[in-house]
């Protein structure tokens, strides 16, 4: 069953987990992840008939939308954004940010496993290009100019997505509370957990009015 993982502190004990720049995410992510089984067999074609034409022209043949006219470039609700291709969850509207930039931007994505990362060399320098982990669809790019702590903007092409409000998805999911120290680093393992969509963290109380 899928789950959001509600982590209370217990004891504050560590340091907090921060993200990993691009090259470090570059050089740790799997060479070959594994694609989803119902994703490898669909051909070009089929492809053509289950996107719109800016869907496919961005996933498939891993072009860019235009600065400041994509549909998530400005927008800021709460909820979940899901890869247009597959369902996969990519990103949180919770670590996404206005870069600026003219696409949507984060500092981070749903979970280590909800993409990969490539070396693209297209435009002659070297960028690290954002793949689904599901149907291996392109997303965009991550930079190392994002924000404090872990400087990561994740430069990300609307039509490659779809949103999905917080309301809607939490009917699809159970929560399971579970009581741990550093509860910052116990959130950052959950995330790579296969299942949990979504984390949120505080403390337990006690007995005291006002725990720190
Ligand atoms: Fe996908």
Redesign the pocket.
Known sequence: MNFRASVLLCLAIGACNASDSPVELLSSAPSVEPL?AE?MDIDDAEWRERLTPEQYRV?RQAGTERAGTGEYDHHFEEGDY???????H?FRSAEKYNSGCGWPAYTMPFNDSAVTYKDDKSLGGSRVEV???????H?GHVFNDGPPPGGSRFCINSA?MTFVGEGAASEEFATATFAAGCFWGVESIFRRVDGVIDTAVGYAGGGKDDPT
Not at 82 to 88: M, Y
Not at 131 to 137: A, E, R, T
């Open positions: 989803e994703f996933l899901l890869c247009a291709g597959c369902g996969n990519l793949n689904c982990s599901k149907c291996d669809g997303l490659a």
